[in-house]
């Protein structure tokens, strides 16, 4: 049974950090292209970063591009994505996603999801 199992979200107040966590189960995760994506209240579905199954290649949205980090635990079948100087357009609930074949920022492409962590950056 494929899980991906996203945590780590909270309400944090502007400039503050948190980590969330995307733990995988039932599926090979070393050979997965892992990505997250967030959805703000009214709006689409976004790409937020994404890393190849190595680590050896990563990208970001641009206005996340500094202040977030992702990486990847093959070892632990676990995905991270460091939040740092948050703002409040960056709330939103998480999501992470696996694709087997290529990075994308499109959700259609991706093949396995989470169910999502509540991100809000307020004050």
């Known amino acids: 049974q494929v899980q991906l199992v996203e945590s780590g979200g909270g309400l944090v107040q502007p400039g503050g950090s948190l980590r969330l966590s995307c733990a995988a189960s039932g599926f090979t995760f070393s050979s997965y292209v892992m990505s997250w994506f967030r959805q703000a209240p009214g709006k689409e579905r976004q790409f937020v970063a994404g890393i190849t199954r190595l680590g050896d290649y990563i990208e970001y949205t641009a206005s996340v591009r500094g202040r977030f980090t992702v990486s990847r635990d093959n070892a632990q079948n676990t995905m991270y994505l460091q939040m740092n100087s948050l703002k409040p357009e960056d709330t939103a609930v998480y999501f992470c996603?696996?694709?087997?074949?290529?990075?994308?920022?499109?959700?259609?492409?991706?093949?396995?999801w989470g169910q999502g962590t509540q991100v809000t950056v307020s004050s």
């Open positions: 996603a696996a694709d087997y074949h290529r990075m994308s920022r499109r959700t259609e492409d991706y093949d396995f």
